[in-house]
């Protein structure tokens, strides 16, 4: 009885029945597109496995790190950063790449570096620097700073953001934006305690 109604419907309403179909249709076809990238994506994983890029802090220091009654840093900062591609099949474009540097939150420094493609498992050496004067915000920062000093270390946050691209055999893919922190123990200028700068790894966020 259903059917006998339907056609009879498809009698009285070709059109309906035409677009019912043709949706129908779309829908199987959609679907089966969605299986297939699905599918496609897993296996290029599967080949590829990609892996997180890794930076490192070799070295850092301070040749001037001095504030003023007024709360204006003086600064000159100099750091060479390692940035490593794990991957054994995917190549990297860094793009919009800058350098920045904060002290208790507040960035007193800024430098934009130049594009860079790593191959595969391909190490970059970048040394951003950074000089200049910046007015730091608040008494607390101050009080800290002259704490520091008297310990001979300061605590520096260096982060490199850069927005990635893929490469893949001939293939180039727009990537995520990436976000390294690096948090940092910087030995102050003349200290006296003996303190020096230790290597530090870096966190990466997408």
């Known amino acids: 009885m259903g059917s006998a109604s339907r056609a009879v419907s498809c009698?009285?309403?070709p059109c309906k029945c035409l677009a019912c179909g043709l949706f129908s249709c779309l829908c199987s076809i959609l679907i089966s597109l969605l299986v297939t990238v699905g599918v496609l994506v897993l296996v290029l994983y599967l080949i590829f496995r990609p892996h997180?890029?890794?930076a490192t802090v070799d070295s850092?220091?301070?040749a001037t790190f001095s504030l003023s009654p007024t709360s204006s840093l003086a600064y000159n900062l100099t750091v060479?950063?390692?940035?490593?591609?794990?991957?054994?099949?995917v190549g990297l474009y860094y793009d919009n790449?800058?350098?920045l540097?904060?002290?208790k939150d507040q960035r007193f420094g800024y430098e934009p570096i130049d594009a860079f493609y790593q191959g595969t498992e391909a190490s970059t050496q970048l040394k951003p620097e950074f000089h200049g004067q910046q007015l730091l915000q608040g008494d607390v920062t101050a009080a800290q700073f002259r704490q520091e000093q008297t310990d001979g270390n300061f605590a520096i946050n260096v982060g490199l953001n850069a927005k990635l691209r893929v490469k893949v055999w001939a293939l180039k893919v727009r990537g995520p934006k990436a976000r390294?922190?690096?948090k940092l123990h910087?030995?102050?200028?003349?200290?006296t305690n003996g303190a020096t700068f230790q290597p530090t790894d870096c966190r990466v966020w997408f």
Do not use: D, H
């Not at 060479?80 to 099949?89: L, S």
């Not at 910087?186 to 200290?191: K, L, S």
């Open 97 to 99: 790449v800058e350098a």
């Open 52 to 54: 997180m890029i890794a």
């Open 101 to 103: 540097a904060f002290y």
């Open 80 to 89: 060479a950063m390692t940035v490593r591609n794990p991957n054994k099949r």
């Open 180 to 182: 390294i922190t690096c």
């Open 11 to 13: 009698l009285c309403c």
């Open 60 to 62: 850092a220091s301070l």
């Open 186 to 191: 910087v030995p102050a200028p003349g200290a």
